[in-house]
């Protein structure tokens, strides 16, 4: 069974950064692609960013460059989203999710990640 | 603003069949990029509930089905169940913006 647990989440001043990660079981991690996804309170879903089974190519969401970064490491399977110069609108529950049929097969349940002072 | 548009609300009465609309444009589904459509379940993980357009994944019931006509798509939920009850989005590809989602429809059984 695919299980994908995300974690890192929590409470961040404005500007700060914060490190999300993804841990992947039950299937070949190392063979898929991975994408992040969010979702603001009330608001709906946003792509945020996608990454190779190899970590190349990478994309991202135009309102996510130069801020996010996306990473892997196949050896842990865990997937990483590193957040830097967050704000407010930044408040959302983030979610890892395997590429498949579609760009988001299997999700996380999420973690919330909420930037205010 | 969302680029895919769905109505925010939808509603119906057990057993009833009802349908979400999404309506993107020649940049995302008119230009034959395909619909997916995912189920958000308070307190559970987003489910993949049509692929492809058309395709049910494994273990997702028959009563749900999906079609798409030129730049839109539809959701159809038959045989309403209570624990129909939750909010769905479509997904589509958009040459400019990449993964492109609807705004989510919230589905009240009645």
């Known amino acids: 069974e695919v299980q994908l647990v995300e974690s890192g989440g929590g409470l961040v001043q404005p500007g700060g950064s914060l490190r999300l990660s993804c841990a992947a079981s039950?299937?070949?991690?190392?063979?898929?692609?991975m994408t992040w996804v969010r979702q603001a309170p009330g608001r709906g879903l946003e792509w945020i960013s996608y990454?190779?089974?190899?970590?190349?190519?990478?994309y991202y969401a135009d309102s996510m460059k130069g801020r996010f970064t996306i990473s892997r490491d196949n050896a842990k399977n865990s997937l990483y989203l590193q957040m830097h110069s967050l704000r407010a609108e930044d408040t959302a529950v983030y979610y890892c999710?395997?590429?498949?049929?579609?760009?988001?097969?299997?999700w996380g349940q999420g973690t919330l990640v909420t930037v205010s002072s | 603003q969302s680029v895919l548009t769905q109505p925010p609300s939808v509603s119906g009465a057990p057993g009833q069949r009802v349908t979400i609309s999404c309506t993107g444009s020649s940049s995302n589904i008119g230009a034959g990029y395909d619909v997916h459509w995912y189920q958000l379940l308070p307190g559970a993980a987003p489910k993949l509930l049509i692929y492809g357009n058309i395709n049910r994944p494994s273990g997702v019931p028959d009563r749900f089905s999906g079609s798409k006509s030129g730049t839109s798509a539809s959701l159809a939920i038959s045989g309403l169940q209570a624990e129909d009850e939750a909010d769905y989005y479509c997904q589509s590809y958009d040459i400019s913006l990449s993964w492109v989602f609807g705004g989510g429809t919230k589905l009240t059984v009645l």
């Open positions: 039950g299937f070949t991690f190392s063979s898929f692609a």
């Open positions: 990454i190779s089974s190899s970590s190349s190519p990478i």
């Open positions: 999710a395997l590429v498949g049929s579609t760009p988001f097969d299997y």
